[in-house]
């Protein structure tokens, strides 16, 4: 099953921001509840935010306030923009639809001090 390509991980210091970006396959027509996971070393995969094809969005509590998940339907795409990141961000964070129970790599965000 093709999966969407996470990218736009990296080190950063906290405090710091980042943007992930998540292209999906599909018809922009067609494209469901989109999902940003993350699973630190040692920890449980948890979800961080979910974004509906009208744009409603749901977060978990511990990014509310610092994290905006968007997308852009024409470009297939879902954002994860990720400010004042804290060392316990540091996570691998994944992309998918809601329904689907497939995986893909991920991209490494690495929050240091």
């Known amino acids: 099953q093709v999966q969407p390509v996470e990218s736009g991980g990296g080190l950063v210091q906290a405090g710091g921001s980042l943007r992930l970006s998540c292209a999906a396959s599909?018809?922009?027509?067609?494209?469901?509840?989109m999902g940003w996971y993350r699973q630190a070393p040692g920890k449980e995969r948890e979800a961080v935010a979910t974004?509906?094809?009208?744009?409603?969005?749901s977060y978990a509590d511990f990014v509310k306030g610092r994290f905006t998940i968007s997308r852009d339907n024409a470009k297939n795409t879902v954002y994860l923009q990720m400010n004042s990141l804290k060392p316990e961000d540091t996570a691998v964070y994944y992309c998918k639809r809601v329904t689907s129970s497939t995986w893909g790599q991920g991209t490494q965000v690495t929050v240091s001090s």
């Open positions: 974004i509906t094809s009208g744009g409603s969005t």
């Open positions: 599909g018809s922009i027509f067609s494209i469901g509840t």
